[in-house]
Nanobody, 117 residues
């Protein structure tokens, strides 16, 4: 069983920044594709960013150039640096470990990000 625990959410003004963290409970984190998703009220959960075990990132067009995904394999931790935040970034943000042919996918419990003046 894998536990993913997000932190770092909060309330920020438009144009501000936040850094989300996701603590992964096992050391096989270093071999896992990891990602961030978000879900706003009334919307489906949407892809934000993904990072491979070799730290190659991929981004949704909506956040490209503003958000940066990174990982620290020594700390089993995933990060999402969010800059130039907009009100439409308001959502619950979820950490995700992708499944493989041999492993299950996992989700964190989510952390709320609110962008408001």
């Amino acid at each position: 069983q894998v536990q993913l625990v997000e932190s770092g959410g909060g309330v920020v003004q438009p144009g501000g920044s936040l850094r989300l963290s996701c603590a992964h409970s096992r050391s096989d984190f270093q071999f896992s594709d990891m990602g961030w998703y978000r879900q706003a009220p009334g919307n489906q959960r949407e892809f934000i960013a993904k990072i491979t075990p070799s730290a190659i990132p991929h981004y949704a067009d909506s956040v490209k150039g503003r958000f940066t995904i990174s990982r620290d394999n020594a700390k089993n931790t995933l990060y999402l640096q969010m800059n130039r935040l907009k009100p439409e970034d308001t959502a619950v943000y979820y950490c995700h470990r992708y499944g493989t042919a041999l492993t299950l996918p996992y989700w964190g419990q989510g952390t709320q990000v609110t962008v408001s003046s």
